[in-house]
Each structure stands twice: as structure tokens, then as C-alpha cells.
């Protein structure tokens, strides 16, 4: 069964600091991987994500995310927060088998919220 | 293009009383998922359609809960009768299909009262 893990469910930074938030997987076949971003009163808007390819991937608002198969995890990163980055942040899973091919239930980590402080 | 469209966006009920979700899909996405989100928590799925189809309702609280979507397009998710501890956020996501990210609504978000 797929699952993943937010370590840390609040995390503070100063404004200009680097942003590091952690994701772990635990998953017989590495899956897709996905990072959300819900504000306040908000449905989850998609930062980026990781099927095949390149381990590093970039997404919106400066943000971007390294797969690592031999630690199972997908942390995010930003070299500068901004105030507009408080938010929560969620790590997303898909499942797939050996082949590749997803068995489609998206799983959702508790989510880190995210403090900038000026 | 228009996202995914959730009605309405807040409700409140008594305990006991019905409640309805209603949920239009980005155009041409197969896959549909109702998420439900408590306070403080990750979204955890109830159902998951692909067309017509309830591929995964697993998680659906089916003594209460039940859902449908009709010609593959809209779904309507209802609870029948609410319980205070169903208080939350409800979420509509839709997907081209897996391994395609998910797109979401902007919730509804739940008090029983």
C-alpha cells in the first residue's frame, strides 16, 4: 500500500530564508509524486510534480523538488521564501506497478504549513 | 479554461438533515475524485470515478454517503443523514487519468450543527 509522510506538520522561516519542506514515500515501486498548495479557504493548487524523467523538477512561484529513489523521498525546496509562500503544502503519491502504469488513487501526506516571518 | 467548479461553497445543517455536493469536471477529464479534508488533516478520498464508473469507493461511508455521476461528466455527492462529525471540507478533483496531476474545486466546506 502506498502512504506518505510530512515530517514536520509546521515549519517557520524568514523572509529571504530557504524553504525546506520533507517528504517521504513508502511505496514497493516508486510512484508519481505530486506537491500541492492550499491558502486559506482554498481547494489545492498543483506546484509540480514527478512521473519519469528528470529527479529534479521545477514548478510555479520558484519552487522545485528532487526525487530521491535511494532515501524514498521528494522534499521541496525554495532558495528565498516570499510572504505570498505561507500557506499549506501537501505531498501527493500515485501508486503504479512495475510497468509504469498508475493505479490512479492519489493519497495525500497531513500537510506542513508554512510561516514567513518579515 | 474553467476549473473545476464546486457548489455551493458553504453549508450549514442541522444534524440529521440531508446535504447535497455538486461538482462540474474540467471538460474532457475522465478521471473524478471527491476528497473529503478535516481540519488540520490531508485530503482522504472517498470516491474515485473514471467515466461512470466508481473505480475506488473503498473509503465511502456507504450507510450514508453515496454518490453518482451521470453521463460521465457532473457528479453530485449527498449524505444522508449528517452527523456532527462530518463536519469538513468536501473536495472535487478531476484528472485527464492517472499519472496526470489532479485538478481541484475550491471545496465545501461543511458545519453540522
Known amino acids: 500500500a502506498q502512504s506518505v509522510t510530512q515530517l514536520g506538520s509546521h515549519v517557520s522561516v524568514s523572509e529571504g530564508a530557504l524553504v525546506l519542506l520533507r517528504c517521504n514515500y513508502s511505496s514497493s515501486v516508486p510512484p508519481y509524486l505530486f506537491w500541492y498548495v492550499q491558502y486559506p479557504n482554498q481547494g489545492l493548487q498543483l506546484l509540480l510534480k514527478?512521473?519519469?524523467?528528470?529527479?529534479l523538477v521545477k514548478g510555479i512561484n520558484g519552487f522545485e523538488a528532487e526525487f530521491k529513489k535511494s532515501e524514498t523521498s521528494f522534499h521541496l525546496t525554495k532558495p528565498s521564501a516570499h510572504m505570498s509562500d505561507a500557506a499549506e503544502y501537501f505531498c501527493?503519491?500515485?501508486?503504479?506497478?512495475?510497468?509504469?502504469?498508475?493505479?490512479?488513487?492519489?493519497?495525500f501526506g497531513q500537510g506542513t504549513i508554512l510561516t514567513v516571518h518579515p | 479554461e474553467a476549473g473545476v467548479v464546486q457548489s455551493p461553497r458553504y453549508k450549514i445543517i442541522e444534524k440529521k438533515q440531508p446535504v447535497a455536493f455538486w461538482c462540474n469536471p474540467i471538460?474532457?477529464?475522465?478521471?473524478l475524485y471527491w476528497y473529503r479534508q478535516n481540519l488540520g488533516q490531508g485530503p482522504e478520498l472517498l470516491i474515485r470515478?473514471?467515466?461512470?464508473?466508481?473505480?475506488?469507493d473503498s473509503q465511502l461511508p456507504k450507510d450514508r454517503f453515496s454518490a453518482e455521476r451521470l453521463k460521465g461528466v457532473d457528479s453530485t455527492l449527498k449524505i444522508q443523514p449528517a452527523e456532527l462529525g462530518d463536519s469538513a471540507v468536501y473536495l472535487c478533483a478531476s484528472s485527464p487519468g492517472p499519472p496526470r496531476p489532479a485538478f481541484f474545486g475550491q471545496g465545501t466546506r461543511l458545519t453540522v450543527v
Open positions: 514527478y512521473t519519469t524523467g528528470a529527479t
Open positions: 470515478y473514471e467515466n461512470e464508473e466508481a473505480v475506488d
Open positions: 471538460s474532457g477529464h475522465n478521471t
Open positions: 501527493a503519491v500515485s501508486a503504479r506497478n512495475a510497468g509504469g502504469t498508475s493505479y490512479g488513487k492519489l493519497t
